[in-house]
């Protein structure tokens, strides 16, 4: 259905925590055909880092409308006639929730040859299960990559094993921006933007906590923020099992440290370093061109994520940065990784705009067919849809929750308090489990 100057271009976007809810709604606005004028309805799949209210208040993104929903109410939800069905579809999700989501999307279309383009991608660095994932979001008609050398390596993936890979579309992470560093602030202000889930044990992340507290203790003239992800109770993408604000109760804090919540962007603002161990914000970061280390104090591995940045020029140690080194970044990494701070931001969206253009004002739309079937993946397949009560032809299982009624009063209240429960477990019972193991 063609979007046009005059044309509401009908969205949706499908996400599972906060950051993804962040990364489909902002690139739906990115990558809409220019002059459109978009209409956005959100959902939220229901699960364990189904986000909070303030949660989507601190994205800062706002929907015509938004609402928490099961995978098969979802399912159901897209299955509009052609004359009010969306234009556009963004699955921002883990890759076993945009594969369910292929394959759902599949059944509910059979036969039509009017339907939504879809869309999905990755919501930051992708350091790891680069195939796996790769593979789960196989099928839709954009897989957007948010750098050149992310689009390279996702082509390698799909042309290796026989697979499509003409739907990957190279863009940037759609959450770059703000205005460019241009000096010292006063105070000069560090920034330690942790991690829900690296490191992933108490000695680490203790050891990471000291170490920003005995940075503002050596330099009393800095102010050192620890910026955090989600308040205790709250999930991200992923589990933080030993939030920082607990490992801080109890510790002798200098006047100039403190804990900080907030939009990343507006803690940008007054940012003179900023230090993490492999989050995004350090392409945010880089981005604006503020100095920006990622620390290299648990060794460069794998498991941290930090090996992404390996020929960054932002690998330091807090020693160093104690004795006041200041990184400077290798330019053509920069460049590679969809940092675009040359000024060229505003056009990296132009491929991904033109190939929805052309798809939306092309008439009949092929069926999704993703690499993954019941044929080529038998043992596998089969069980990414039954975690969201589909079959292997994405067919709803029976009992699988209806959509047909909205939750009353009670059915509410039993899904908050489980949820609760499940958060609590995972971040008070189950550490005590683990410690009782090691016994």
Known sequence: MPASAT???RVAVLADSDTRWKWGSLTANRIAP???DISLDGYLLRGRATPTARQLKEVGVTADSLREVTAVEFLRAMERGPEDQYDLLVLS?????VQAMLHGLARAWDGRTERPVVVTGYVGVVYEKLTDGLLLRHGADLVLANSRQDADRFRAVYDGVGADSSAVTEVALPFLGGDAYTGENDPYTVVFAVQPSVPDNRKDRDYLLNRAIQHARFH???EVLLKLRSKPGEHTTHIEEL??????QGKDLPANFRLVYGHMGEVLDRTDLLVTISSTAALESLHRRIPTVVLTDLGIREGL??????GSGCLASW?????GYKPTP?????ARQGVLADGSYDTAFDPARERITKLLAGGDMPALKPYYTPETAPGYLPGILARHHLGPDGTPLPGAPAADKAPGPVRQIVRRAARGAYRHGVQRVAPVIRRMGEL
């Open 93 to 97: 999700l883990v890759g076993g929730g």
């Open 7 to 9: 044309q509401t271009l």
């Open 305 to 310: 994520g930090n090996h992404h940045f390996v």
């Open 330 to 334: 290798d330019a053509e990494w920069v």
């Open 319 to 323: 020693d160093q940065l104690d004795a």
């Open 243 to 248: 939030p920082y604000q607990k490992l801080v």
């Open 220 to 222: 009393p003239n800095r």
């Open 34 to 36: 220019a002059n459109s």
